[in-house]
T-cell receptor, first 113, second 113 residues
Framework: DQQVKQNSPSLSVQEGRISILNCDYTNSMFDYFLWYKKYPAEGPTFLISISSIKDKNEDGRFTVFLNKSAKHLSLHIVPSQPGDSAVYFCAAPTPGSARQLTFGSGTQLTVLP | DAGVIQSPRHEVTEMGQEVTLRCKPISGHNSLFWYRQTMMRGLELLIYFNNNVPIDDSGMPEDRFSAKMPNASFSTLKIQPSEPRDSAVYFC???????????FGQGTRLTVV
């Protein structure tokens, strides 16, 4: 049972345009969400997060939007740069004290120069 | 801080052999996670420790897998005997207990032939 889903395995965008990566979740108890970025041969690195009490969080070129009623979040990258090409994972910590992360399957973003 | 350190980076072994993966978490972090990444299942949590104590090993696929954390600065994941289907990238991550952001190592790419 996948509690965090990323239905698009890949996305290609032109440099300078907006990249939108989507994530859906099924567990209404999730109260925090994170996006990780992963380059080949490296571990995932934290990118940006959002608490369920917010519907938007912005950090430079990266903005995450949360729609709780739809159980959907999205990561916007504007403007996209070739260095943004990576796999992006959506993740949510389990409710309670444990807080281990459940990851989506990832979306490979390719930004074309 | 050097971050989470995993060794080896790459491991090629023959089926039936014992494999030991090693992890040194970030100093001061008291939660440690072992993840496995495969094409089929994405990033899946195998086991995690809080204060060196295994909390949840329900993600460990079989009894052939075992993990230990003898002290706060070292953990091992052992596979005995290894099988070709164990081939994957294994990540170790650490965090402050209760924190949602986990920091990942660079991973160990295991190939069992």
């Amino acid at each position: 049972d996948q509690q965090v889903k990323q239905n698009s395995p890949s996305l290609s965008v032109q440099e300078g345009r907006i990249s939108i990566l989507n994530c859906d979740y099924t567990n209404s108890m999730f109260d925090y969400f994170l996006w990780y970025k992963k380059y080949p041969a490296e571990g995932p690195t934290f990118l940006i997060s959002i608490s369920s009490i917010k519907d938007k969080n912005e950090d430079g070129r990266f903005t995450v939007f949360l729609n709780k009623s739809a159980k959907h979040l999205s990561l916007h990258i504007v403007p996209s740069q070739p260095g943004d090409s990576a796999v992006y994972f959506c993740a949510a910590p389990t409710p309670g004290s444990a807080r281990q992360l459940t990851f989506g399957s990832g979306t490979q973003l390719t930004v074309l120069p | 801080d050097a971050g989470v350190i995993q060794s080896p980076r790459h491991e090629v072994t023959e089926m039936g052999q014992e494999v030991t993966l090693r992890c040194k978490p970030i100093s001061g972090h008291n939660s440690l996670f072992w993840y496995r990444q495969t094409m089929m299942r994405g990033l899946e949590l195998l086991i995690y420790f809080n204060n060196n104590v295994p909390i949840d090993d329900s993600g460990m696929p079989e009894d052939r897998f075992s993990a230990k954390m003898p002290n706060a600065s070292f953990s091992t994941l052992k596979i005995q005997p290894s099988e070709p289907r164990d081939s994957a990238v294994y990540f170790c991550a650490s965090s402050l207990m209760g924190d949602t952001e986990a920091f990942f190592g660079q991973g160990t790419r295991l190939t069992v032939v």
